[in-house]
């Protein structure tokens, strides 16, 4: 047997991508869509979580969409939204809990995506969400637990393994 401990393996939870566009409308609908073509899933709409007179916003406005991918629609989306970012990402990309976001600036610059004249040029936000085996315990409903600090992911951990495993490089 091989000494690596199979529970500080680090996986990805979840890929969250999400556009937003700041009004509901014919807008929200195109970046709706535009999010379908790109992951093949229905994405949601996310609401104004409080009243912003000032850019005419008010609570429970639906102001954005976001689909959430795991397994392996969730690697290959990465892998082609790195490849948006050429593989490179700043070390402020990445929080203290182990996780990272990235934004790609047009959805032209990701893979195998054509542009579309109707809808105009949108860019989208990737978050990535990093955990290790058995981390379901602090989120179940029934009883429910805590995660040694020792489980959790560093900053330095993720980096790691986002080096590793997709070859990125960090500036």
Avoid: W
């Amino acid at each position: 047997m091989n000494g690596e401990n199979p529970m500080r393996k680090i996986l990805i939870e979840k890929v969250t991508v999400n556009i937003g566009t700041g009004q509901p409308g014919e807008k929200l609908d195109n970046a709706k869509g535009l999010l379908e073509r790109l992951t093949g899933k229905k994405p949601i709409e996310t609401n104004a979580k409080r009243r912003e007179p000032a850019f005419k916003l008010r609570k429970g406005l639906a102001i954005g969409t976001k689909v959430t991918l795991r397994g392996k629609d969730a690697e290959s989306f990465l892998e082609k939204a790195l490849a948006a970012k050429r593989k490179v990402l700043k070390e402020t990309n990445f929080d203290r809990a182990g996780n990272f976001s990235f934004g790609v600036a047009e959805y032209i610059d990701f893979p195998g995506a054509k542009y579309d004249p109707a809808i105009e040029m949108y860019g989208f936000d990737v978050c990535v969400t990093l955990e290790r085996p058995g981390a379901r315990v602090s989120k179940r409903r029934i009883l429910k637990s805590k995660t040694g600090r020792k489980h959790g992911i560093s900053k330095e951990e993720a980096l790691e393994f986002a080096k590793a495993r997709f070859g990125i490089k960090v500036e």
